[in-house]
Every structure is written in structure tokens, then in C-alpha cells.
């Protein structure tokens, strides 16, 4: 079994700051990339950032240059620093691991920006 658990969630006000941990634990013994995907109300699941095992990085458009995206392999743990935040990035942001090509989902984490 894989868990991951996500932190870091909250509320915040626009142009603040917030940092997303996951913590990966488990069978994860092949885990390779990971990333961040994040849920609003009424909308699909869409991707924010991803990271492959050796620090490779993808971001959504909408995020480049206000969030970074890395991981510490030695700890399984992923992190999301947000800056810079909008409105717009209101949502549940979970985490996805690939574990030996399985795809495996966190319990997700409530981020709010208010205006």
C-alpha cells in the first residue's frame, strides 16, 4: 500500500504565500514522478506541476513563476511553494505519485484565496 498525506492547506489572502508538503509512505519502493493537481468547485481535476524522480519540473501556464515545485527524495516528501497567489487558485490540491507506473492519490488539501 501507498499513502500519501498532504499538509500545508489554508486560507490566505491574495498575493500571499503557502506551502503544500506530501509525504509519501509505504510500498514506494519504485516511486517515480510526482506531482500536484488541484480540483475547484464545478471544474475537473487539472494539473498544477509535476516532478520526475531526478528534478525534472512541469508547470500549468497558469502557475509559472508563482510556483516551484521540488521534492527531497532522501525524506519521500514533494512540496508546493506558492507565491503570488489569485483568487483563481482556490481549490482541493492533491497529490499524485507514480509508484512502479500505478497512479496513487492523496486525501487532498483546501487552499482559499480571499480578496
Known amino acids: 500500500q501507498v499513502q500519501l498525506v498532504e499538509s500545508g492547506g489554508g486560507l490566505v489572502q491574495a498575493g500571499g504565500s503557502l506551502r503544500l508538503s506530501c509525504a509519501a509512505s509505504?510500498?514506494?519502493?519504485?516511486?517515480?514522478?510526482m506531482g500536484w493537481y488541484r480540483q475547484a468547485p464545478g471544474n475537473q481535476r487539472e494539473m498544477v506541476a509535476t516532478v520526475t524522480s531526478g528534478g525534472v519540473t512541469n508547470y500549468a501556464d497558469s502557475v509559472k513563476g508563482r510556483f516551484t515545485i521540488s521534492r527531497d527524495n532522501a525524506k519521500n516528501t514533494m512540496y508546493l511553494q506558492m507565491n503570488s497567489l489569485k483568487i483563481e487558485d482556490t481549490a482541493v490540491y492533491y497529490c499524485?505519485?507514480?509508484?512502479?507506473?500505478?497512479?496513487?492519490w492523496g486525501q487532498g488539501t483546501q487552499v482559499t484565496v480571499s480578496s
Open positions: 499524485n505519485a507514480n509508484v512502479g507506473g500505478w497512479g496513487y
Open positions: 509505504g510500498s514506494i519502493l519504485r516511486l517515480r514522478a
